[in-house]
């Protein structure tokens, strides 16, 4: 019979690398913590009080407040679904472009390849985050953007991952044999050389999802993120810059940091997990 | 006028190989891989090309589907193959990406590759990957082609069809991938099969069980086979006639009988040399051709076999013309050139 994804060889290995194991559960505890956020923060995290400044943890405020007086914990939460929203979009529109240029590219090669592998460099050979804030300041900022920004400048890994690996996958006979029962060639590159290149990019997307959360936060940290009063991990740390706050209200820094730590060390090991579960040497 | 003249002359062939030329663009120059080659595929029949591994058969075989590396071009030669209903359809004429190129690719004329384990892509099921002929070529839905997988797979020979076409490639063995690959060609029921070496991947008992399969379908269907090869034995078991090519070239062409009982060419008579035969016992000696097949890139001048013929004399130095030595029977030799003149 067909084997189950739980008998398969990249099953076993994954159960034995904990760390990843738990990678895994801290991701999906995020992600339901994004979906079902205002179940489990029913407060408004942009509802201002400003006679509740900076008030400490109590059982009316988990986390205490900001500087105008919003709720911190409800802040937090709704800030899981802003940040894994920006590196999950982000990660989408990567995941297109980088399939279908490094597609085009490694399997027709020719003009297509030379003027998509110049257009990669052309990306590459810029610090990304001058780059970034640069983008942000021409089109303004906005969650939209920030995504879109994201996207259309992180391809270029996986576009330069996936056009190696088609580049030497159309290489292989069942191409050729498929080229002789007359198959379209985009059926070819999509439909069958494509899955045989799935592990590398899951791996791919795991580690770059860690990368843009990161990115948010730096971003956003530095005031050019998504725009100041959206909930966002990085956001909530921008509250932190001032020497004051450091020292008097640990709740308004300490909670983010964490936060912004676990997710992307346990993406981090997620992706390591899986690397080794598709690795047929480990 | 010329297309009726055709038709009439295609009557009973499937295709028509005319002075075919195969030439790859390399650093070190032009390749001659296929220079003047024609032959004819008669209906209902298999044409085997024998020949050392190089020697362009493979090459010619790919032509006619127009499956060559981007530096090979069709320089010159027709292809003219026989779509039935007074059709004839000039393959040499079609651009290699086109549509029409591709309908005939596995619809009219399908190949079977050597090589069953790296033919078939690892991550899809054998049943969906006869599919997706069957989608290219007869446009059928899935759910409505199910029931024709599972008779493919029964016609070539696979016990329990119903399972084995939910099965990965690596899940069966090699005979079973290669009776897949050969159901795969079949699929769309085109109207000529080209094997290329079908069999050289297999063990000895498979081999033979692949090989009458493939007879038996081809009796079955009335339809052709290009069988290229370089064993003997299979050709004598398979092939109604036979072409034998060197470097390029053909240098004798018959029927089956013919080339076995009565061949011509010094390199024919060399090649049924150099196998074992059943019954001379254990210490007979094979008879390898001496020397080596010359570089394409630095041919010797006039026969292309001399540097390594026992029978070679200064005539060799210049072209031999292809002579009918007796009826069917084509030999490129000086040394007939010199008998028919006698006689």
């Known amino acids: 019979m067909n084997i189950t994804i739980f008998q398969s060889r990249q099953f076993r290995v994954f159960k034995k690398h904990k760390l990843a194991q738990f990678g895994a559960i801290t991701l999906v505890f995020f992600i339901l913590v994004a979906v079902f956020a205002d179940l489990i923060a029913p407060k408004d995290p942009n509802k201002m009080n400003l006679r509740h400044s900076y008030k400490a943890p109590s059982s009316e405020f988990f986390l205490g407040t900001d500087r105008i007086g919003r709720d911190y914990f409800s802040r937090l939460v709704h800030g899981t679904r802003v940040s894994l929203g920006v590196g999950l979009g982000g990660i989408g529109i990567a995941t297109i472009i980088g399939i279908l240029f490094g597609g085009l590219s490694g399997y027709l090669g020719g003009r297509i390849d030379i003027f998509l592998l110049k257009l990669s460099e052309l990306i590459i050979c810029f610090p990304s985050i001058v780059l970034i804030l640069m983008i942000v300041t021409i089109v303004g900022q906005s969650l939209l953007n920030l995504i879109l920004i994201f996207g259309f400048l992180e391809w270029v890994g996986l576009y330069r991952l996936i056009r190696s690996l088609f580049m030497s996958l159309k290489e292989q006979e069942f191409v050729e044999a498929l080229e002789a029962f007359g198959v379209r060639k985009f059926s070819i590159m999509f439909q069958h050389i494509l899955p045989n290149a799935i592990a590398p990019i899951t791996v791919w997307m795991t580690l770059t999802l860690a990368g843009m959360i990161l990115a948010e936060a730096g971003l956003s940290f530095l005031g050019m993120g998504v725009p100041l009063q959206v909930p966002s991990w990085g956001n909530l740390l921008n509250g932190a810059k001032d020497l004051r706050v450091l020292e008097n209200y640990p709740w308004i820094w300490i909670p983010p940091g964490i936060v912004i730590t676990l997710a992307v060390l346990s993406i981090n090991f997620l992706g390591d997990g899986l690397r080794d579960a598709f690795n047929p040497k480990s | ?343």
């Open chain 2, 1 to 343: 006028m010329l297309l009726i003249q055709k038709v009439d002359f295609m009557r009973n062939l499937i295709l028509q190989i005319k002075d075919l030329k195969v030439y790859f663009d390399t650093d070190e120059g032009l390749i001659k891989a296929v220079d003047g080659v024609s032959f004819n595929v008669e209906k209902n029949s298999v044409v085997a090309i024998v020949g050392e591994s190089g020697c362009g058969k493979s090459v010619t075989a790919r032509s006619i589907l127009q499956l060559l590396p981007t530096n090979a071009h069709i320089v010159d030669g027709e292809l003219n193959f026989n779509l039935g209903d007074n059709k004839i359809i000039e393959i040499h004429k079609l651009d290699r990406n086109s549509r029409e190129m591709r309908a005939i690719r596995g619809g009219e004329i399908s190949i079977v590759f050597q090589d069953p384990m790296t033919f078939l892509n690892p991550v899809y099921t054998i049943g969906y990957q006869i599919y997706e002929n069957i989608k290219e070529h007869l446009h059928y839905k899935y759910r409505n082609s199910i029931a024709k997988i599972h008779e493919i797979l029964a016609s070539v020979g696979i016990s329990n069809p119903i399972q084995r076409s939910q099965q990965f490639p690596h899940e069966l063995s090699g005979g079973m991938r290669q009776r897949s690959m050969i159901g795969m060609s079949l699929s769309a029921n085109p109207k000529l099969i080209i094997a290329d070496e079908p069999t050289t991947a297999l063990d000895v008992t498979i081999q033979a069980q692949v090989l009458d399969l493939m007879k038996k379908i081809q009796n079955e269907k009335g339809m052709s086979v290009i069988l290229i090869t370089h064993d003997m034995g299979v050709v004598a078991e398979m092939a109604d006639f036979v072409v034998v090519m060197y470097m390029g070239k053909i240098v004798e062409k018959a029927s089956c009988q013919m080339i076995f009982n009565n061949p011509k060419h010094p390199y024919t008579i060399k090649l049924l040399e150099s196998i074992p035969k059943l019954g001379r016992g254990r210490n007979q000696k094979l008879k390898p051709i001496s020397g080596t097949t010359p570089n394409f890139t630095s041919l010797p001048t006039g026969c292309l076999f001399s540097p390594r013929c026992d029978f070679a004399s200064s005539k060799c130095s210049n072209i031999p013309k292809e002579i009918e030595y007796s009826d069917n029977h084509f030999v490129s030799c000086w040394k007939y050139n010199e008998e028919i003149k006698e006689n």
